[in-house]
């Protein structure tokens, strides 16, 4: 049998957990706007939903790309926003010097699950990129939205919103971890196969 020259099948990638390395580098630049890079990205955008996350970086689903989607309301534009940045750049306001609020201010990672901690974030962001088609996109955001904006730009950076918790929500988060086991590579979960570790 003569293998097809195009396969293009979407599908639901396993989340890695802390401790995998690609989550903890750099991400690289994206170069090509291929085949390749559409696949990934409606694959990105399926796992995403399968998830029932607001936002997936490459690295999560062990791509050490620097690419990010979304799908989460905006609630200070009034609009439900989904799409794709690409090589984005991220320009934020200053983070609060102030303890973050454990009622509004309480952040989730899929590469961390079942778990949650308050985290203080810039109020106010602005993310320049591509999207899949290689346009230039711009998008300005407040408030929560600009909140799930930093946590996927820090995706690329490498750093997960748990490395940048104060000192007392660090202490458990460390004892969380140990209890977990989130400190080893090789642990993945899929979404849509294994239970919602956010009991969504
Ligand atoms: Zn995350």
């Known amino acids: 049998m003569e293998k097809a020259d195009t396969i293009v099948l979407m599908a639901i990638h396993p989340i890695v957990i802390y401790g995998e390395p690609v989550l903890h580098q750099r991400a690289e630049k994206i170069t090509d706007f291929d085949e390749e890079l559409a696949t990934l990205i409606a694959d990105m955008h399926e796992t995403l939903d399968a998830s029932n996350g607001v936002g997936l970086a490459a690295p999560q689903i062990g791509v050490g ?67 899949e088609t290689g346009q230039s996109v711009s998008l300005t955001a407040e408030g929560w939205f600009a909140r799930i904006m930093q946590h996927e730009y820090d995706h690329l950076q490498g750093t997960l919103y748990v490395d940048r918790l104060d000192k007392r929500w660090s202490k458990k988060w460390k004892k969380e971890q140990s209890a977990n086991g989130y400190n080893v590579p090789g642990q993945s979960w899929t979404p849509g196969i294994d239970p919602d570790p956010f009991g969504h």
Do not use: M, Q
Request: net charge negative; aromatic share 6%; glycine share 6%.
């Open 65 to 131: 790309k620097r690419i990010f989607v979304f799908n989460a309301e905006d609630e200070e534009a009034g609009v439900r926003r989904r799409g794709t940045f690409i090589n984005p750049l991220l320009i934020a306001s200053k983070v609060p010097d102030t303890r973050p609020d454990p009622d509004e201010e309480t952040e989730g990672c899929l590469s961390v699950p079942s778990l949650d901690f308050p985290l203080k974030r810039a109020d106010r962001v602005t993310v320049n990129g591509l999207d």
